[in-house]
């Protein structure tokens, strides 16, 4: 019932910068959480940030500096803002979302860091 789409990936030179964003079908305000992901080729999905509805956001520790998460509630959008990046960080980055009932995952959107 909620779709999720990615966008404002690409090619960035390392120490470049990136703002991606995921927009929901519908209101984000009943949402118990949003979060980005990110899966590289050979490893598995993991967590980059998540910004539950209190608004105590958790980064993973490999990004804490450089990423920033946000909402925008009127826009039914959230942002990953992307500074400083690095090769490592070269992977499919996913919107998630979950409520009460149900979790919504988005297609991804790929970002490549690379000089």
């Known amino acids: 019932q909620v779709q999720l789409v990615e966008s404002g990936g690409g090619l960035v030179q390392p120490g470049g910068s990136l703002r991606l964003s995921c927009a929901a079908s519908?209101?984000?305000?009943?949402?118990?959480?949003m979060a980005w992901y990110r899966q590289a080729p050979g490893k598995q999905r993991e967590l980059v940030a998540i910004?539950?509805?209190?608004?105590?956001?958790h980064y993973a520790d490999f990004v804490k500096g450089r990423f920033t998460i946000s909402r925008d509630n009127a826009k039914n959008t959230v942002a990953l803002q992307m500074n400083s990046l690095k090769p490592e960080d070269t992977a499919v980055y996913y919107c998630?979302?979950?409520?009460?009932?149900?979790?919504?995952w988005g297609q991804g959107t790929q970002v490549t860091v690379s000089s």
């Open positions: 910004l539950p509805r209190d608004g105590t956001i």
């Open positions: 998630y979302t979950t409520t009460y009932r149900e979790r919504y």
């Open positions: 519908t209101s984000i305000l009943s949402f118990l959480a």
